[in-house]
Structure formats: structure tokens, C-alpha cells
């Protein structure tokens, strides 16, 4: 039976709708993709206000204050390699060029965050996932769900590393075939990784993950000493609790993206996921 009332009947409701009806913020609501999400040259640049590219160079601006001296040496020569400049938010079809003459990636354009099998698949494709919007003025320093500031400054830089990128999308491929508890396990490894990951490097400890270098609180938290700093190991990494809410007491470190590598996929190989 229909109902008359204004808010429409639950069946007829959308995600979304039930989300934001409840309380939830409707971004944080993984999308099933209807369409093909546009790739590479087919993706347009949409139209950004002055205020949002003043958003951009103000969050860029102050981030990269914090990475000299705290990122790792691949993250900013990927920083460099992509070309950002403070001036202008930039074009996921220019990134996505220079993505396919590094690493041979390829970038598209998502409507938020994705639904976890369509986030793999294109991970495995060597396709980078990103939002082309920015967040809100009263978002700045925490914001719960993907924006191209986390997407585009904190993830692509590591993606031009051909080590990482390797890692990545073999992540993509394991985790299609991952199920239950596995998948779980997988999870956990790319937040402590991809999100959260620490590298030793020659002159001391430095910051790889994207959900630390996009993060104005991460950045100053992550190698202060009020975290416990734990060597890369699998089983440690995949059993080891995590609070999406907080600032993270635990973290783990690699000795090179090579290890990285190499540690996921001898772990996915004996689970039969390559
Ligand atoms: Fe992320």
C-alpha cells in the first residue's frame, strides 16, 4: 500500500535517504556504480568556485608545511612528479596522464566512496579511484568520508612508485577473491599499509599512508612518541584492532617498498588469493 505521507515509504527509499534519515552522513554510505565511471581522457574537469580553489591551496598549502622533514622520499617526488601547484585544483584527466607514464595507472572519477568490489576491481585494473570534489569550509581538518584532497593529494603520489603501485594492485586482485575472515584481514592490512603506513628511511622514521599525509592531526600525531611504532609483519598487521574515529596509537612500519611487496604477496599467494 502507498503511503500518503511526505517522507516516502522505507521500501522506497534509497541508501542514501535511510542515511541521512538516521542520522548517518550519506558520503559515508558506499555506492554501487550504475554506470561506467568515467576514465582517463574521458573525465572532465569540472567547475570549481574561487573559494574552492582557494580551499585546495590553503589545505595544500598547510600540509606540505608539515611533510617536509615527516614524508617519505617517494611520496614527495610523487608530489613533484604529479605537478600539484597551490594555484589551481587539479585535473584528474593531467593526472591521469602522468599516471600512465609512470606506473601505467589510470585514474577515474567516482561519485564518493565506492562499493568495496567495484573499489578492487579497478585496483586490479591498475585504476585509481577519485572524487573530484572538495570538502566543506567547516571540514578542513577532519572530514568522514573521500574528498580529492585525501584522494588526490594523499593517495597518487605513492601510486607513481612502481613498488607501490605493484602492491596496490595486486591488494585489488586478492581482495576480489577474498572472503569472510580473509577479507577482514585484508581490510586491516590496507588501512595499517595504504592509509596508515610508516617507512624507516635513512634519516629517520617517515610517513607514507594517505589517511596521514591528508590529515592535519595525523600528520603532527603520527611520529610523535605518544604512538607505538611496530616492524611490518603480516600477522601483526592483520590481527592488530583499529578506531577509524581516533588518532591512531598504533601504527606499523616497512623498510621499503619493496618489502611491502614483497611481505602481501607471500602472504596472498599461501591463501591461494593471486
Ligand atoms: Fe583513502
Redesign the pocket.
Known amino acids: 500500500m502507498k503511503n500518503h505521507k511526505s517522507e516516502p515509504a522505507l521500501e522506497e527509499t534509497t541508501a542514501y535517504e535511510r542515511a541521512a534519515l538516521e542520522g548517518i552522513d550519506p558520503r559515508c554510505i558506499p555506492q554501487i556504480l550504475t554506470n561506467r565511471a568515467p576514465e582517463d581522457q574521458d573525465i572532465n574537469y569540472p567547475y570549481y568556485s574561487d573559494e574552492e580553489h582557494d580551499r585546495w591551496k590553503l589545505l595544500y598549502e598547510r600540509q606540505m608545511s608539515f611533510l617536509q622533514g615527516r614524508a617519505c622520499n617517494e611520496y614527495l617526488e610523487g608530489v613533484q612528479k604529479l605537478s600539484f601547484t597551490p594555484e589551481k585544483i587539479p585535473a584528474l584527466k593531467e593526472l591521469s596522464t602522468i599516471f600512465k607514464q609512470t606506473t601505467g595507472w589510470k585514474i577515474a572519477r567516482v561519485p564518493g566512496l565506492i562499493h568495496e568490489k567495484d573499489f578492487f576491481e579497478m585496483l586490479r585494473r591498475k585504476v585509481f579511484p577519485s572524487t573530484d570534489y572538495i570538502r566543506g569550509e567547516n571540514e578542513l581538518d577532519y572530514t568522514p568520508a ?1 574528498d580529492l584532497f ?1 584522494d588526490i593529494f ?2 597518487m603520489p605513492m601510486l607513481t612508485n612502481p613498488d607501490f603501485a605493484s602492491f596496490y594492485s595486486m591488494f585489488g586482485k586478492a581482495a576480489l577473491k577474498a572472503e569472510g575472515i580473509i577479507r577482514k584481514q585484508l581490510e586491516t592490512f590496507h588501512w595499517f599499509t595504504a ?1 596508515f603506513g610508516l617507512i624507516k628511511q635513512s634519516d629517520g622514521m617517515r610517513i607514507y599512508g ?2 596521514i599525509v591528508s590529515s592535519l592531526g595525523e600528520v603532527q600525531h603520527a611520529l610523535s612518541e605518544n604512538v607505538e611504532v611496530i616492524n611490518f609483519d603480516v600477522e601483526k598487521i592483520i590481527t592488530q584492532d583499529y578506531d577509524v574515529w581516533h588518532l591512531q596509537p598504533v601504527l606499523f612500519y616497512i623498510d621499503s617498498f619493496e618489502q611491502l611487496e614483497k611481505g602481501f604477496t607471500k602472504w596472498v599467494k599461501r591463501l591461494g588469493l593471486t
Open positions: 573521500p585525501h594523499g593517495h592509509e594517505a589517511g
